[in-house]
């Protein structure tokens, strides 16, 4: 028997390996992942009995949608190869697809959870947008339908607007890149809005914004981004780092962009609601001028001197009136008086039974004679003397 060398042997194990599994399928659970330096991802595939070494080297683990996890359970797409050096064989794998999930959904899955942990989908550092922006960029394919439809809704919507248009690729392994950096540099250029999105498809064509080089873009930016990729049932990783989701690229315009004859409607509104304000406002200031000058008329020296002045007249024009009057009223009291002093002066008592008693010319009244006292008695006629007999009250 011809004797071998060790590399001989190998060299033979290896052409025999390479040559009899040339494609190969295994499913089986990823252990001891390690991801070198070089690029390349060395890892063991596993099942409850056995394991095999793998590798996918850099040009292979570049397009990798997903992160490879301990204990994810994949199906592996290869060769069989040997090792020469070491004399040990293991499966050089050509892809990786995660078992009972497209290695896109799982990516989706793990970059989203990725950029939650890390605050990305804050609502609170959402940026608010302008509501009467002057410019904005607009980030997408210069030949895709979705431009037109959105410079069909600015021309309808709003015509005081610059749109400048940044072509970038959106479908392909160089679109994320290529719109990452388009969305860095506009985001130097002072626009109140950037727009970055296109037209509906695949999640294979929209995958560009599903990268996180276009998430790390966005959070990055100062200025507010809306994201609008595809239809309204499609959902990107861009519409959760961004600061407006729009559910199309033409929602994205009617969102960010006053309507014309809106704001029209609105202006007259505001022109009548501000006419009726002012005419109050000035009919109140007129009433309350009002109210001041007839204040200023019912207090003024001129007013308190025409009221004297009234008050004046009122009695000079009555107080001729008023000296007649109290003059008849006195005229009247003398008359009375006048009658009383006649009706009982003894000259005008001419009444059958009555005189005048007087004692020494002097009045007296009759009970204050005594018995033998000497009186007058007399009339308007007769003048007699007299003597008290006897004296006796009555």
């Known amino acids: 028997m011809h004797t071998l060398s060790v590399s001989s042997l190998n060299e033979q194990i290896k052409t025999l390996l390479e040559t009899s599994f040339t494609r190969v399928l295994v499913e089986g659970e990823l252990s001891r992942i390690t991801f070198h330096n070089s690029g390349h991802i060395y890892f063991t595939l596993k099942d409850s ?9 850099r040009g292979n683990a570049s397009k990798l949608k997903f992160q490879l996890k301990e204990g994810m359970i994949v199906i592996l797409d290869g060769a069989i190869s040997l090792y020469k050096p070491r004399g040990s064989y293991q499966i050089n794998c050509f892809s990786i697809e995660p078992a009972g999930q497209g290695a896109l959904a799982l990516a989706y899955e793990q970059l989203k959870q990725k950029l939650l942990d890390k605050g990305y989908f804050d609502t609170s550092i959402k940026k608010e947008l302008p509501k009467f922006p002057k410019k904005i960029a607009l980030v997408t394919s210069a030949t895709g339908a979705a431009l037109q439809d959105m410079l069909k809704v600015a021309q309808e919507r709003y015509k005081n607007i610059e749109i400048d248009i940044y072509d970038v690729l959106v479908q392909g392994d160089s679109a994320a890149t290529s719109i990452s950096n388009t969305i860095a540099f506009v985001d130097t250029k002072g626009y109140d809005i950037i727009i970055t999105g296109r037209g509906g498809g695949s999640i294979e064509d929209l995958w560009a914004f599903n990268e996180e080089i276009v998430a790390n873009a966005i959070f990055n930016a100062i200025t507010p981004i809306i994201s609008a990729v595809g239809h309204e049932i499609d959902s ?7 600061d407006l989701r729009a559910p199309t690229p033409s ?8 309507d014309t004859n809106e704001l029209y409607q609105y202006l ?7 006419s009726q304000i002012i005419e109050q406002k000035i009919y109140n200031k007129k009433q309350e001028l009002s ?13 308190k001197i025409a009221q004297k ?5 009122q009695l000079k024009e009555n ?9 008849n009223v006195a005229l009247n009291q003398v008359n009375s008086l006048q009658k009383m002093l006649e009706s009982n002066h003894p000259k005008l008592k001419n009444k059958k039974g009555f005189a005048q008693i007087s004692q020494q010319n002097r009045l007296i009244d009759l009970s204050s004679l005594k018995v033998d006292d000497n009186f007058e008695v007399m009339n308007d006629k007769v003048k007699i003397s007299a003597k008290v007999i006897t004296w006796s009250k009555i």
């Open 49 to 57: 009995d056995s394991a095999i070494s793998a590798v996918m080297f």
């Open 236 to 242: 990107v990783i861009s519409d959760y780092v961004a």
């Open 251 to 258: 929602a994205a315009m009617q969102m960010c962009l006053p």
């Open 268 to 274: 007259d509104g505001i022109a009548n609601q501000f």
């Open 291 to 303: 109210h001041l000058k007839n204040s200023l008329i019912q207090h003024s020296i001129d007013k």
């Open 309 to 313: 002045l009234e008050i004046v007249k």
């Open 319 to 327: 107080f001729s009136q008023n000296i007649s009057f109290k003059l």
